[in-house]
Each structure stands twice: as structure tokens, then as C-alpha cells.
């Protein structure tokens, strides 16, 4: 098996990382920019696997794709879109294994002739689908199951029934399943009601889906405690530039408070629509120094790293790289309210703290999070149980303590693909 030996930095740093482009924001400009009628330009586009499988889901549907030249791992996207230019089925939309891309296809399909088959490799297919398929049903979409319900591959033909135009789903499952329905529900002959029948996590997801929406022309979404609304409308095509990853971000700048030194992040900014901008201020609480404004987020530490107890379910994506600090703190770091985690690539509770319990790391998860005792961890073999944000974190480990050797590296192609040149440009 491919495996990746982490060199530990050995040193403070001090570097300039630039990330790639944002794939929660690219993902959700794409599929408005695919509803808009005309051509639509995206910048710093990141190709990552979710987004390079989105763009490939959207050509089988029939769409004119132009990608240019990538740059710092990003590229300008060139997309005619239109409802009409969608092909009629029988097709199968390829989503490999994007967990994001397969239930933003699933509902952009119910837009279409259809009939359109969603699939993807066989870890996908155990993902969870079940809110976004009882929900389309409930729209009037024809949702046929291929093995399971609620799993791929699904067959999935509209139209949606003109007569709806309120649906019920949780609110404190994946916020996918939101973004899912908010982006096609401006093409719903009633715009839509999303009523939540349990309290709303990811709030920050679903407020970044709002503000790409209005970008494109439907700025009229009001996001509530109980209730989503969306009024009808249509999507115009536009010039959209997509802001730095700022998940992708927690790891270099954690590579900071992990090692001493500093790192600079251009372009994530004070003003970022992304929930996850806010993780430098967590690493502020734990001892950092903080400076984020117009150009960027610069991260330093040169005393010790405090441990924390937090509420992390609007930072979910960030609990493996904070349990990765918490390593290196002086005292316990305590993650609750993230017990959703557990279905997403991995159980990215019980696997995470499994893992570093193999480099001896006293981490113990329970059903709301995690608790992890600094530890001096020792050489281990870890996997990332197709994974990328727990082989991102392994990484963080890696840097501070040696012998760290990391199972399937490639699998950081899904959100990063040059995350590993940026671990040893580090040095």
C-alpha cells in the first residue's frame, strides 16, 4: 500500500500558503451557474475531486464546460447553462466519491427530463441520502431506489408538482440536504418552504448557499430558525470569484499553532462568507496571535498552546484538525455538538480518535465529540478510512512529532490535491 512518512518541521515557521479555491462555495456557484440561461465565468475554481466531479456530472447532463489552465491549484471555469440544455434520459451522473456533489446532482436532476441514474464508487454508496430522497418524493419527483432506499444509485425524474410548495426535513442532519433543495428551489413553480422539525446545524452552510444564490440573481432567501424560504425565481449568469477554502486553511495555519513560527493565508479574509474563516479565532483562544483583515489570516504562536472546551457544530469540518492541536496543547481539548460528524467519508469521531490512540494519543470520542489529553505520540502507521480531512489532520500530527506514516495519502485529492507539496513546502 502507498503510504506518506511525515518529516516533523523541527522548527518555527515561517511561510505564505496559498489554498485552494473554496469547493462549498465553487460546488454551489456551479450549480447556479448550470440553472442560469447563458454563460457564467467562475474564478478560482479548486480541482479538487468533489468539484471536478460536479463539472463532469454537469457536462453528461448536456452542458457546454470550458475549463482553463490551473493556477495555485485553482482554474477559471467557462459554463453555459439553461435548464433547456439539459439531455434526456436515460443518463447516469457519475459523482465518484463526493458525498457534496451526489445530493446537489440528485435534486439539480429533478430538474431535467430525466430520467437520470445518480451513482458512485462503492464507499458512496453507504453514504446517508434518505432526507433528500423522502424529500424530493414528498416534491413529487418519481425517486426509485436502485438497492437500499435512501442510498445510491437512485433514478430520480421529474417534474416537481406545481401544487407544492412546502416540504419538512431535519435540521440536524448534513446541511447538504438543504443546499440540495434551496438551489433548485427558485425553478419550483412556487419558490419553496423548508420547515425544519429539528433545530438547524451548519447554520454557516446554509447562510453561504443564501449568499452565492443572491449572487446570482435570487437575493430574496430568508434563512430562519424553523423555517428556509425561497421564492421562485431564476438565476442569471455572472462573473463569480470564488474566495479561498478556508477548511482548507485550518491546516497550515494549525501548522502554526502546532510548531511555533507563523503562516500567512492570502485572500481568506475578514469579510469571507465561510463559517469555517472563524477557525483562527479558536486557535486565538488557545494561545495565538491572530491578524485578519483585507489581505489575508496570519496565525503566530510563540508561547504555549492552551487547551479548549468548544461547541463546534458550525466548525464541524475543522473537528480532526483541532483534535490535531489539541495533541500539542497543555491541557485537554474538548469537542461537543458534533455528533452529525459520524456519517460523513469516515466516522470522523470514533476513526479519528481510534487513529491517534495508535500513536498513543489519549483520545476517547463519545456521541456528542471528543476529548483529546495532550500526549507525546509515538511512530504509528495511521489509516484514513477514505477520509481526506483525517489524512489532512494525521499530517498536522505529523509536523510536531516524528514517525507519523500515513496510509492512502492520495485520498487528499478530493478537496487538496497538492495538500502534500504544501506540507513540505513548509520547510
Known amino acids: 500500500m502507498h503510504v506518506y512518512r511525515v518529516a516533523p518541521l523541527g522548527a518555527p515557521l515561517d511561510a505564505v500558503v496559498e489554498v485552494p479555491g473554496s469547493k462549498s462555495i465553487a460546488n454551489r456557484a456551479l450549480v447556479c451557474a448550470a440553472l442560469a440561461d447563458g454563460e457564467s465565468t467562475l474564478r478560482g475554481v479548486p480541482g479538487g475531486d468533489d468539484t471536478e466531479a460536479l463539472l463532469d456530472c454537469l457536462q453528461v447532463l448536456g452542458l457546454h464546460v470550458e475549463r482553463g489552465e490551473a ?17 434526456r434520459g436515460p443518463l447516469t451522473l457519475p459523482c465518484r466519491l463526493a458525498g457534496t456533489t451526489s445530493r446537489f446532482v440528485t435534486a439539480l436532476a429533478a430538474l431535467g427530463p430525466g430520467p437520470y441514474v445518480i451513482d458512485g464508487h462503492p464507499p458512496l454508496r453507504s453514504r ?42 431535519r435540521g440536524d442532519v448534513s446541511s447538504q440536504y438543504l443546499t440540495a433543495l434551496m438551489l433548485i428551489a427558485p425553478y419550483c413553480p412556487r419558490g419553496l418552504r423548508l420547515v425544519l ?64 513560527g507563523r503562516v500567512h493565508v492570502p485572500g481568506l479574509t475578514n469579510t469571507s462568507l465561510q463559517g469555517d474563516a472563524a477557525f483562527c479565532h479558536v486557535l486565538a483562544q488557545m494561545g495565538c496571535v491572530v491578524e485578519q483583515d483585507g489581505s489575508g489570516t496570519t496565525v503566530s504562536r510563540h508561547g504555549e498552546v492552551r487547551g479548549i472546551e468548544i461547541e463546534m457544530a458550525d466548525l464541524s469540518d475543522l473537528v480532526p484538525t483541532l483534535a490535531a492541536v489539541g495533541v500539542f496543547a497543555q491541557d485537554p481539548v474538548i469537542i461537543r455538538g458534533v455528533g ?12 479519528l480518535c481510534a487513529e491517534l490512540r495508535k500513536a ?34 494525521f499530517a498536522l500530527v505529523g509536523l510536531g512529532a516524528s514517525g507519523i506514516v500515513i496510509e492512502d495519502p492520495d485520498v487528499v485529492s478530493k478537496s487538496w490535491p497538492e495538500f502534500w507539496g504544501m506540507i513540505e513546502g513548509l520547510r
Open 71 to 87: 493556477e495555485a491549484g485553482n482554474s477559471v471555469v467557462r459554463l453555459v447553462g439553461g435548464v433547456a440544455s439539459f439531455r
Open 128 to 169: 446517508p441520502m434518505a432526507p433528500l430522497h423522502d424529500a424530493l418524493g414528498a416534491l413529487g419527483v418519481r425517486v426509485h431506489a436502485g438497492e437500499g432506499w435512501g442510498h445510491l444509485p437512485v433514478s430520480v425524474q421529474g417534474p416537481i408538482d406545481a401544487s407544492v410548495e412546502e416540504v419538512s426535513l
Open 197 to 260: 422539525t429539528t433545530p438547524l446545524v451548519s447554520r454557516p452552510y446554509v447562510l453561504i448557499t443564501a449568499a452565492v444564490m443572491a449572487s446570482f440573481g435570487v437575493p430574496d432567501v430568508e434563512v430562519g430558525d424553523q423555517v428556509i424560504t425561497v421564492p421562485s425565481g431564476r438565476y442569471t449568469p455572472c462573473d463569480y470569484t470564488v474566495e479561498p477554502d478556508a477548511s482548507s486553511a485550518s491546516y497550515p495555519l494549525a501548522a502554526a499553532a502546532i510548531c511555533g
Open 340 to 351: 452529525f460528524i459520524r456519517s460523513k467519508e469516515s466516522d470522523r469521531l470514533s476513526d
Open 360 to 393: 498513543g494519543v489519549a483520545a476517547t470520542d463519545n456521541s456528542d465529540g471528543l476529548m483529546v489529553i495532550p500526549s507525546t505520540p509515538h511512530t504509528a502507521t495511521l489509516g484514513t478510512h477514505h477520509d481526506h480531512r483525517l489524512a489532512m489532520a
